[in-house]
């Protein structure tokens, strides 16, 4: 019995709306003053050996605990977020990506 529970615990949770998977390697962890986020820089893998990989960033607030170093393979459940902003007549829109917990 108590073994079920364990792996209940161990289990991720559920996928929600808005909530995505990514594996990577961090490339760079920032917090820059005054924020309270951290910042860690992901290379995503390749579609194939002639293209470049995607290069993302994920956020984590401060206060917790890192989910990883510089250079350790990851799989994280995120939450994907964004906002418009305005520079004359062109809008840009600014995705987030934001950990849910590592996989």
């Known amino acids: 019995m ?24 961090i490339t760079a962890i920032e917090q820059p003053e005054k924020s309270d986020y951290t910042y860690y820089t ?9 293209s470049l990989p995607a290069v993302i960033q994920v956020s984590q607030p401060a206060k917790e605990r890192p989910f990883g170093r510089v250079n350790d393979l990851l799989r994280l ?3 994907l977020g964004g906002y418009p902003r305005k520079s004359g ?4 829109v600014s995705n987030t990506l934001s950990v849910v917990e590592v996989l």
């Open 2 to 25: 108590a073994q079920e529970n364990v792996q209940a615990i161990n289990q991720p949770s559920k996928m929600q709306l808005n909530e995505g998977i990514v594996e990577g390697k």
């Open 77 to 79: 459940k995120v939450r």
């Open 42 to 50: 992901m290379s995503l893998k390749a579609a194939d050996e002639y």
């Open 89 to 92: 007549s062109i809008t840009y």
